[in-house]
């Protein structure tokens, strides 16, 4: 199956900071990528739609200007959580869906990013 | 406003016994039921249901969809300990645009 990539896979970072996660798509091209965010004992949220060439399409009660999406190639695509907080600590899960598969539904994870902010 | 529920939250077994994991559903624009199997990191994908009443094999995990009732269920015979996991269920819908709407998980966990 199609392989999705993350990095880096856990940051430590101080309050105030900036934290960029990058998403590739490793042997397909990806038009839309998607980042979830995932807390202890709980289910994916889906956060935004990262869409190639444009702008990103955020869920209700997302910040936009908090989470900056960037999706510049067909393989890659980043987010950055500005100025961050401890209550953004979180995991954070990006997917992406292979439009050339015969499975156009079925998205694919990359491993995760456990962010930690102090 | 959609939703997937998923049912038991959460369930200890003994292995070798069979379980269901339900996932009901009420989203506007559905295009199909998927299932995913999370350990530590990313959920690997296990199953997706598009027509009702077909069911999906694969070795001891077997799946089904009732897109009447909307629900389905995740059938696991003869667990084992590496069963143990969360399984999510997802609906992709393109309510607005195309995305997934996650369940709330099911955390099974099978004892030796």
Redesign the interface.
């Known amino acids: 199956g199609a392989v999705v990539s993350q990095h880096p896979s856990w940051v430590i970072c101080k309050s105030g900071t900036s934290v960029k996660i990058e998403c590739r798509s490793l042997d397909f091209q990806a038009t839309t990528m998607f980042w979830y965010r995932q807390f202890p004992k709980q289910s994916l949220m889906l956060m935004a739609t990262s869409n190639e060439g444009s702008k990103a399409t955020y869920e209700q009660g997302v910040e936009k200007d908090k989470f900056l999406i960037n999706h510049a190639s067909l393989t890659l695509s980043t987010l950055t959580v500005t100025s961050a907080h401890p209550e953004d600590s979180s995991f954070y899960i990006c997917s992406a869906r292979d439009l050339t598969s015969g499975s156009t539904d079925t998205q694919y994870f990359g491993p995760g990013t456990r962010l930690t902010v102090l | 406003e959609d939703k997937v529920v998923q049912s038991p939250l959460s369930l200890v077994v003994h292995e070798g016994d069979t379980v269901t994991l339900n996932c009901s559903y009420e989203v506007t624009n559905f295009?199909?039921l998927?299932w995913?199997k999370q350990e530590k990191?990313?959920?690997?994908?296990l199953f997706?249901l598009?027509s009702s009443g077909i069911e999906k094999k694969s070795g001891r995990l077997s799946s089904i969809l009732d897109k009447k009732e909307l629900f389905s269920i995740l059938n696991i015979t003869a667990t084992q300990t590496g069963d143990s996991a969360?399984y999510?269920c997802?609906v992709?819908t393109t309510s607005g645009?195309?995305?997934?709407?996650?369940?709330?998980?099911t955390?099974l966990k099978v004892l030796a």
């Open positions: 295009r199909s998927l995913y990191k990313a959920p690997t994908f997706m598009t969360i999510l997802a992709a645009t195309y995305k997934y709407i996650f369940g709330t998980g955390r």
